[in-house]
């Protein structure tokens, strides 16, 4: 059994980066992803290009014996980065990819360490070229898939996936959910695991799981397959950190509304609205953003394997969140500027029925002169 693990790290680091400076800036190092041949999908249909890092192979002893590791870097236009982990193997047993769901290392460090290392330096490196970096890098989203080679042992050859999948599923659930014991897994857990599954040709499967994903093809039959999954990946990412942002920037607006109901507080209502406009501009913009970035909609394969990650990670209810709040955000603004026009016409009005006493006043005042 051959084939490679590969880990996803979505880290948010800005909300917006400049690629053509930053592509400038790499001189030469970086270039834009090209997926490959798009099964069943129109010649020319529009594909979201990130900037793409190549970083340097590296060897490294771990407790199962040597792994060499390659590490490549997408930087995407809305201010988020995700870093992909290339690691072969080739083992007897399903049950020692196990030990690959958490890799460390001999010398005391971990995957992750190492990979918060590679973004924090690249994040260092391209900070004056991002639009409201953040103050630190936060912990990434990390997602693990299983790539095996097909045929994936030599009895396999000429097997379809699918019949394949049937005699193996209790094993393939068994290391998707990191159980090393697949005959203790329920029946209705292995099927739920094993739930969302796409087959393009006879050769090929993708199986999508919450945290883990099985793919069993060629490299080149799932390139484009991996792209899918590292999308989805760094969308669920950039939800999660607005939801908390958002959270963030609703406690404050209350807070702030509170004060500027104040009768005397003119110039804090106008302090209040401004930060509210740039808030739900740039939010807005990022939701856009977001959007662009997954284009995967038609009947075609990628946009299947695509909406089971999308059902898999619970997007819709976390994108639902963000817009609910987006919505409080902007009901709290429309308030604070339907109240500031009312102080105002209110000033006004007290203004012109001021002037009309006074006119009326030095009319009696020269009358009786």
Known sequence: ????????????????????????????????????????????FPVYRPLSIQMEEERLETANGPVTFTTSVKLFSLGAISVKVRVPFACERVVDLLAFRNLS??????????????????????????????????????????CLNTPVTDADAGEPMERWLHRNEREMAALLTGESDPLRLSEQEVQETLKYRYSYYQNDLAVV????????????????????????????????????????????????VEVVARPHAFRARQRVLDELREIKMDLAKVADELSNITKFFGD?????????CAARFHLSEWEDNVNQKLRALDGLYTMLQQDSTNRVMLVLEISIVALFVIDLIIIVVLGVK
Do not use: S
């Open 1 to 44: 059994m051959k084939g490679e693990v590969i880990y996803f790290y979505a880290y948010d680091i800005a909300y917006e980066a400049n690629l053509a400076e930053i592509e400038k800036k790499m001189l030469g190092a970086a270039e834009r992803f090209q997926l490959g041949r798009l099964r069943d999908a129109p010649r020319d």
């Open 105 to 146: 290392f001999k010398d005391g460090t971990t995957l992750e360490g190492r990979v918060q290392k590679i973004a924090q330096r690249l994040f260092d490196n391209w900070k004056p070229l991002l639009d409201t970096p953040v103050a630190a890098l936060e912990e990434a989203e990390v997602y693990t898939i299983f």
């Open 209 to 256: 799981d919450w945290d883990t994903a099985l793919l069993v093809d060629t490299p080149e039959g799932y390139h484009d397959t991996l792209y899918v999954l590292e999308v989805a990946n760094l969308q669920l990412e950039e939800l999660k950190v607005y939801d908390a942002k958002l959270d963030q920037v609703l406690d404050k607006a209350y807070d702030d």
């Open 300 to 308: 075609w394969h990628l946009a299947r394997i695509y909406m089971g």
